[in-house]
T-cell receptor
Framework: EAAVTQSPRNKVAVTGGKVTLSCNQT?????MYWYRQDTGHGLRLIHY???????EKGDIPDGYKASRPSQENFSLILELATPSQTSVYFC??????????????FGEGSRLIVV | GQQVQQSPTSLVLQEGENAELQCNFS?????MQWFYQRPGGSLVSVFY???GTKQSGRLTSTTVIKERRSSLHISSSQITDSGTYLC??????????FGQGTKLSIKP
């Protein structure tokens, strides 16, 4: 079974502070993704990566950075957290190849509250 | 922009009844997936279905790419089927656009 683990699972941050959400996958998947889920908006793609050392902007990248230092790890970084970034963040991995789809495996989610 | 519309938004059924969930896409897509999410929980892939019909136990997924729609049929529903079902279209190399979800409640 594919395994994607996220940390922290819950976080309260202050406005203007730095937040790092971490994701680790043991599936040896090339692709990793960060989504946020909000009521009324569903899940939206923030950043993604096709392999170690690469990161790409998703549909809502503003205010977020990403880092993929290795095949297994993908981090989402909020340099200056704002209350609008209060959300549940999901990391996912997939083995997809270019021009083909792939089943995504999601982590348990990280609930972030920015006060 | 690209959109995914799911219907119904919510569905309440008695245990044993069948459920039909629909998903419509605004643009062409590479493939689509159905996910299940428990309240406050993670997402689990139910079907990866680029086209045609797939069945797994009581669940059946049918995707018609030309008509830009997909459906998820749950037969003989059980209380443990309760949760939110999300469809997502793969529009480019594994990047997904999700629908808003259908909240399914199965009553005893």
């Amino acid at each position: 079974e594919a395994a994607v683990t996220q940390s922290p699972r819950n976080k309260v941050a202050v406005t203007g502070g730095k937040v790092t959400l971490s994701c680790n996958q043991t599936n040896n998947h090339n692709n990793m993704y960060w989504y946020r889920q909000d009521t009324g908006h569903g899940l939206r793609l923030i950043h993604y990566s096709y392999g170690a050392g690469s990161t790409e902007k998703g549909d809502i990248p503003d205010g977020y950075k990403a880092s993929r230092p290795s095949q297994e790890n993908f981090s989402l970084i909020l340099e200056l957290a704002t209350p609008s970034q209060t959300s549940v963040y999901f990391c996912a991995s997939g083995a997809g190849q270019p021009h083909s789809g792939n089943t995504l495996y999601f982590g348990e989610g990280s609930r972030l509250i920015v006060v | 922009g690209q959109q995914v519309q799911q219907s119904p938004t919510s569905l309440v059924l008695q245990e044993g009844e069948n459920a039909e969930l629909q998903c419509n896409f605004s643009t062409s897509l590479n493939s689509m997936q159905w996910f299940y999410q428990r309240p406050g929980g993670s997402l689990v892939s139910v079907f990866y279905n680029p086209s045609g019909t797939k069945q797994s136990g009581r669940l059946t997924s049918t995707t018609v790419i030309k008509e830009r729609r997909s459906s998820l049929h749950i037969s003989s529903s059980q209380i443990t089927d309760s949760g939110t079902y999300l469809c997502a279209m793969d529009y480019n190399q594994g990047k997904l656009i999700f629908g808003q979800g259908t909240k399914l409640s199965i009553k005893p």
